[in-house]
């Protein structure tokens, strides 16, 4: 066991976990920000995606003893009132279904949006590869993510 450090959501938390434990676990088990999911365990279906200083990250195979100063984001930090572009394009077109992925979504959408204000349609489908959504809603996700950009 170690004792970590971790910027989250703009605020100092301090965790006491095995080195080896991945930010997802940390995240969920520890400080009970639940909002991050648990999908695959191998980084494929983006589901646990965060923001590591900005970028777009899988948690569950990111050990915690990897972050060091860097600032997490999950999807709770991503605004308090849940007002996010994002977050209220997502609600505009009636994206979710099951809900499972949105954090994942919402969070890789965030930063592509972030980095790229007004991306292409071949650069959102891009930045979403691999983020897998079980009920297809990736017509709407494009949309919204179309809507929250500059260009909509």
Excluded at 16 to 29: E, Y
Excluded at 52 to 81: F, H, M, W, Y
Excluded at 87 to 112: N, R, T
Aim: glycine share 8%.
């Amino acid at each position: 066991m170690a004792v970590f450090n971790l910027n989250i959501n703009g605020k100092q938390q301090q965790v006491d976990v095995d080195p080896s434990t991945p930010v997802l676990w940390v995240l969920r088990d520890h400080l009970n920000l639940t909002g991050t999911k648990f999908g695959c365990g191998i980084a494929m279906c983006g589901a646990c995606t965060i923001h590591l200083d900005g970028n777009a990250t899988r948690s569950c195979v990111l050990p915690v003893s990897s972050i060091g100063d860097k600032q997490i984001t999950t999807i709770e930090g991503l605004s308090e009132e849940g007002d996010h572009p994002v977050q209220q394009a997502w609600l505009e077109h009636d994206v979710p279904q099951c809900g499972y992925c949105q954090a994942g979504q919402i969070m890789s959408a965030a930063a592509l949006l972030k980095q790229n204000p007004s991306p292409s349609d071949e650069e959102i489908e891009n930045a979403m590869n691999g983020n897998i959504c079980r009920c297809g809603t990736y017509v709407r996700i494009k949309q919204a993510i179309k809507s929250a950009s500059t260009t909509n």
